[in-house]
């Protein structure tokens, strides 16, 4: 394959695309839920009312997209929230449940992301204490959490229900309460219904998994809307909803890892290309091939019978594990 990234203008249209972000019915609903709150909390905030504020929970199986989302979310809000640095105001702080997520170590997580390094050992009781001081001295609206499932993870019912009081206790602080943004995979479910009062607390969204049977137009669609976007053109062989469902398969039916497939096949185009390239199902083939190193006959692309290939597996060869 002849690489072509010594030219800037190819190297401007993959960048382009990469960066380019196609809303989806989950994420629509992620953005009007979180205009809701960030416009009802700056009204309280003008009015001097301190209320108790409800949060937003996203689910979705690996590669649905979520993580993509919260980052849209992030980019199209960086105008409406400000964020100072770790010594200033800011309105959105945002961490990664840590493993194992003790209640003393998500605290500590939560207190690193509000900017406030911990130098000694404190309990968990004390260390969520200086996180709520924390939020109120920076004027922090909303806290995300990422891998939020993990919030149940090893964890006893009583150690569950400590978890999910200390997130009511974060919306419903009577000095500085915090909306919460919570994301993770659908075990998270389970954490947000073992609690009432929480479940009632949050605008629950998930993202659907691609139909196998009524999917092929959006995919064929967003397909178009990417070489559209990068000015490429789309041969036959990729405009069928046999190949729709053949990049559904690959992508094992999750939009966030469909919409991956579509810009790497395109940034393999044009770099083998430049701007004169013209997308087509070898190059979806050897994206799948970069991603597993499965051999053509278990390459959804290429194989006859692709519905029994496990897109997930890596090295597939066919073989049983010795």
Same mark, same amino acid.
């Given at each position: 394959?002849?690489?072509?990234?010594?030219?800037?203008?190819?190297?401007?249209?993959?960048?382009?695309?990469?960066?380019?972000?196609?809303?989806?019915?989950?994420?629509?609903?992620?953005?009007?839920?979180?205009?809701?709150?960030?416009?009802?909390?700056?009204?309280?905030?003008?009015?001097?009312?301190?209320?108790?504020?409800?949060?937003?929970?996203?689910?979705?199986?690996?590669?649905?997209?979520?993580?993509?989302?919260?980052?849209?979310?992030?980019?199209?809000y960086?105008?409406?929230?400000?964020?100072?640095?770790?010594?200033?105001?800011?309105?959105?702080?945002?961490?990664?449940?840590?493993?194992p997520?003790?209640?003393?170590?998500? /605290?500590?997580?939560?207190? =690193? *992301? #509000?900017? &406030?390094?911990?130098?000694?050992?404190?309990?968990?009781? +004390?260390?969520?204490?200086?996180?709520?001081?924390?939020f109120?001295?920076?004027?922090?609206?909303?806290?995300?959490?990422?891998?939020?499932?993990?919030?149940?993870?090893?964890?006893?019912?009583?150690?569950?229900?400590?978890?999910?009081?200390?997130?009511?206790?974060?919306?419903?602080?009577?000095?500085?309460?915090?909306?919460?943004?919570?994301?993770?995979?659908?075990?998270?479910?389970?954490?947000?219904?073992?609690?009432?009062?929480?479940?009632?607390?949050?605008?629950?969204?998930?993202?659907?998994?691609?139909?196998?049977f009524?999917?092929?137009?959006?995919?064929?669609?967003?397909?178009?809307?990417?070489?559209?976007?990068?000015?490429?053109?789309?041969?036959?062989?990729?405009?069928?909803?046999?190949? /729709?469902s053949?990049?559904? =398969? *690959? #992508?094992? &039916?999750?939009?966030?890892?469909?919409?991956?497939?579509? +810009?790497?096949?395109?940034t393999?185009?044009?770099?083998?290309d430049?701007?004169?390239?013209?997308?087509?199902?070898?190059?979806?083939?050897?994206?799948?091939?970069?991603?597993?190193?499965?051999?053509?006959?278990?390459?959804?692309?290429?194989?006859?019978?692709?519905?029994?290939?496990?897109?997930?597996?890596?090295?597939?060869?066919?073989?049983?594990?010795?």
């Amino acid at each position: 394959m002849k690489v072509n990234n010594s030219n800037p203008e190819v190297r401007q249209v993959i960048q382009d695309i990469r960066a380019a972000y196609v809303p989806t019915m989950a994420y629509d609903r992620l953005d009007e839920y979180f205009d809701q709150l960030l416009e009802q909390r700056r009204a309280d905030l003008d009015e001097g009312i301190v209320s108790d504020l409800r949060g937003i929970v996203l689910v979705g199986r690996s590669g649905a997209g979520k993580t993509t989302a919260i980052q849209e979310l992030r980019r199209r809000y960086q105008n409406r929230l400000v964020c100072d640095g770790p010594d200033g105001i800011n309105e959105m702080v945002g961490l990664k449940v840590p493993s194992p997520a003790t209640m003393k170590f998500v /605290a500590t997580a939560a207190l =690193h *992301a #509000a900017g &406030y390094p911990l130098v000694r050992d404190r309990s968990a009781a +004390v260390i969520w204490g200086l996180v709520k001081q924390q939020f109120k001295l920076r004027k922090t609206l909303f806290m995300h959490m990422d891998e939020a499932q993990d919030l149940a993870q090893h964890q006893t019912d009583k150690e569950r229900q400590a978890i999910v009081n200390t997130l009511k206790s974060l919306m419903e602080n009577s000095q500085w309460p915090v909306g919460l943004l919570l994301t993770g995979m659908p075990g998270l479910k389970s954490i947000i219904n073992q609690d009432a009062q929480l479940a009632r607390r949050m605008y629950p969204i998930e993202i659907e998994r691609l139909s196998q049977f009524a999917g092929q137009d959006q995919v064929l669609g967003l397909v178009a809307r990417y070489c559209d976007r990068a000015k490429v053109q789309c041969d036959d062989d990729v405009r069928t909803t046999e190949f /729709a469902s053949r990049l559904m =398969h *690959a #992508a094992d &039916y999750e939009f966030g890892l469909l919409a991956q497939f579509i +810009v790497e096949a395109l940034t393999r185009a044009l770099r083998s290309d430049g701007l004169e390239a013209s997308l087509c199902k070898r190059h979806f083939s050897e994206v799948y091939f970069m991603r597993t190193a499965a051999m053509p006959g278990l390459n959804p692309f290429l194989a006859e019978d692709f519905t029994r290939i496990n897109p997930r597996q890596c090295f597939d060869d066919g073989g049983d594990d010795a």
